[in-house]
Nanobody, 118 residues
Framework: QVQLVESGGGSVQPGGSLRLSCAAS????????MGWYRQAPGKERELVAS???????????SVKVRFTISRDNVRANLVRTVYLQMNSLKPEDTAVYYC????????WGQGTQVTVSS
């Protein structure tokens, strides 16, 4: 089992930046990829960005250039952390952002709210 804890959400004005963090613990050596999804009110959950164990990244077209996904190497305390740096935020980026991890299971974090508004 993999446990995921997200942090870093909040409110920001258009054009601002936020950095989300997702700390994975538990069976982290079984993780093949991690990613960020988001769900806006009334919409389906969608992929924002993902990163594999080999460092291959994938982005939704709507966030390319503005968002960057990255990860720490496994640390001695056996926690793997994935980050989502979000720049030039737009009101349409407002959503609950969820971290996920792909292993033998699909694990999800609890979600963190991002609100972009003037």
């Amino acid at each position: 089992q993999v446990q995921l804890v997200e942090s870093g959400g909040g409110s920001v004005q258009p054009g601002g930046s936020l950095r989300l963090s997702c700390a994975a613990s538990g069976s982290i050596f079984s993780i093949k990829a991690m990613g960020w999804y988001r769900q806006a009110p009334g919409k389906e959950r969608e992929l924002v960005a993902s990163i594999t164990n080999t460092g291959t990244t994938e982005y939704a077209d709507s966030v390319k250039v503005r968002f960057t996904i990255s990860r720490d190497n496994v640390r001695a305390n056996l926690v793997r952390t994935v980050y989502l740096q979000m720049n030039s935020l737009k009101p349409e980026d407002t959503a609950v952002y969820y971290c996920n991890a792909v292993s033998s299971f699909l694990s999800w974090g609890q979600g963190t709210q991002v609100t972009v508004s003037s």
